[in-house]
């Protein structure tokens, strides 16, 4: 239980937990469970939206208040990993850029354009909303365990993200994401298909990083976590008009 509260602390706004305690290499575990937490508030308010607004200013209200919930940390991540990784840049040089807090014209339009696809998915989402707007948000947390897992950490001097690589990564910390999934699979065709394409958007995000930079950091596990949501809220409102 502190760890799972440290989690929900270390990830959103929420004043949950003591404030002094935090040990990164064991709350990894409960990521996906605290991404449930924000899964779970969403989906709550999502209903109340839906009974004061039409379907499209309930997407965005929800988009705005994921921002809100997690204090824009992943978006911050996404922003300095677009400046740094577009183009053809080295490896260090690249790495320079990320660390520099100033936002470039890339940043801006890779957050702009993931924000606008989160709320197309919202908007779209009509068969087993509240189990998508519940689930998907563990998801996309649950994509930091395998970075940690997968790539080594890009800034061995330090970093944001240097606690979390000091050991090995096993895969006993991926058995909270079993929750996720099995809650998936309550939505038929589309929580298998939802399952394949987190799969698969997974496999193109490691393999991008490791041919880009061979490593990972704390801004671009924070690109994953809101590219990976992205995707899964567009995936689930396939077939939302059949």
């Avoid at 469970?33 to 379907?55: E, H, K, Q, T, Y």
């Avoid at 840049?89 to 990320?98: E, G, N, P």
């Avoid at 970093?159 to 090995?168: E, M, N, S, V």
């Avoid at 590219?227 to 939302?240: Q, R, T």
């Amino acid at each position: 239980m502190k760890h799972f509260l440290s989690a929900i602390r270390f990830l959103t706004i929420l004043p949950i937990g003591t404030s002094g305690e935090f040990q990164p290499r064991s709350m990894i575990a409960c990521f996906p469970l605290a991404g449930l937490v924000i899964g779970m508030l969403l989906a709550l308010s999502d209903i109340l939206f839906s009974r004061l607004w039409p379907n499209s200013i309930s997407a965005l209200l929800d988009v705005v208040l994921l921002v809100v919930l997690t204090g824009a940390f992943h978006i911050d991540g996404l922003g300095d990993s677009a400046d740094g990784l577009y183009g053809y840049r080295s490896r260090v040089k690249a790495l320079a850029i990320m660390k520099d807090s100033r936002i470039g014209a890339m940043a801006l339009s890779a957050i702009v354009c993931t924000l606008a696809v989160k709320w197309a998915g919202l908007a779209g989402i009509v068969e087993d909303r509240f189990i998508f707007l519940l689930i998907i948000p563990a998801y996309a947390r649950t994509t930091t365990l395998f970075g940690f897992y997968f790539l080594p950490y890009g800034r061995p001097n330090g970093g944001t993200g240097h606690a979390f690589f000091k050991d090995p990564v096993t895969l006993k910390a991926f058995r909270y994401f079993t929750l996720p999934v099995i809650l998936s699979l309550f939505s038929g065709w589309r929580g298998i298909l939802l399952n394949l394409i987190f799969g698969f958007t997974l496999i193109l995000i490691l393999g991008y990083y490791r041919k880009k930079m061979g490593c990972i950091t704390g801004d671009m596990l924070g690109a994953m976590v809101e590219i990976m949501e992205a995707v899964l809220f567009l995936a689930a409102s396939i077939g939302g008009n059949l």
